[in-house]
């Protein structure tokens, strides 16, 4: 996802076809620019940003529709720019190891073979379990960015995983019918936010949607060319790269979809929960 690094990686013949990473960074691209323009409402539906915008829980009731439009739409701002905004990529060699930081909920030893990522549907609420396989079947999205750990240091990592925007578009999981999310529309009709959990629930993080959908937001299995170690939270972890190491979660356990704000591990101790960046 680097201009100057070949979207391909070694060993990638047999995978799916990459999406365009071109394309959808040049058009994330537009869409930052157009927000620094101005948020004009053809602007966001032609973002999806009405189906979003419906979508989302109706706090007063439904009389005024101006006045719900206008109050969705200060709400969807900050939305839209989370994710439109890209953070910047860096060389692939430029790429070093981090520390590892933070055990919470890898305390314990885990069988790799034995993982399953478990998905708990939210239309239904049933459980949908995924091996690693599944996940390294989707897309492989490869990209070179800075962890930043709100303790102050910052290290550039290449990450290789899966979109979480395309995980729910192969798997609709987050749709409160059930159906298949419209590419013109991806946000609409999705639950507003994700909760994120290690295997013992001793780490949780919880994501907007907007941020979840993000193109540089991947549910990554790969560091540095190499597998993710346990340390830094194999099987799977989150990378989000607009956001502080804290949403980073290392070894996912489960992911479920909320109407609310999920609890988040450093949000309950007192950080910022978007913990942007
Ligand atoms: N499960 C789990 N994930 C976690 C943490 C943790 O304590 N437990 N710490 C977070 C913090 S504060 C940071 S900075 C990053 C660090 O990732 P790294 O150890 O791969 O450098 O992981 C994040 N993810
Ligand atoms: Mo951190």
Known sequence: MNDETPAQVPG?????????????LAEARRRSRRSFIGLGLAGLAGLGGWGWLLSRPNDAGIPQPLRKV?????????????????????PRSRARMPRKN????????????????????FATGRTQEFSLADIQALPRVEMTTELKCIEGWSTVVNWTGARFSDFLARYP??????????????????????????????????????SALHPQTLLCYEMNGQP???????????????????KHIK???????????????????????????
């Not at 990638?12 to 959808?24: F, G, S």
């Not at 933070?102 to 549907?121: E, F, I, S, Y």
């Open 228 to 246: 993710l170690t346990d340390g830094h939270g194999a099987p799977l972890r989150l990378v989000t790269p607009l956001k502080y190491g804290i």
């Open 12 to 24: 990638d013949q047999a995978r799916p076809p990459l999406v365009p990473e071109a394309e959808v």
């Open 251 to 277: 070894r996912i356990g489960s992911i479920a979809f909320a109407d609310t704000r999920p609890k988040d591990y450093w949000a309950e101790l007192g950080y910022d929960w978007d913990a942007g960046h």
């Open 173 to 210: 999981l987050a749709a409160r019918t059930g159906q298949p999310a419209d590419p013109q529309n991806p946000a609409a009709n999705l639950a507003p936010y994700v909760d994120i959990r290690t295997p013992d629930e001793e780490y949780f993080v919880g994501l907007d949607m907007p």
């Open 70 to 90: 206008l109050d969705a739409n200060s709400r969807l701002t900050s939305a839209y720019y989370k994710q439109t905004r890209l953070a910047p990529e860096f």
């Open 102 to 121: 933070g055990k919470a909920g890898l305390k314990t030893a885990l069988d790799p073979a034995a993982w399953r990522l478990q998905v708990k549907d």
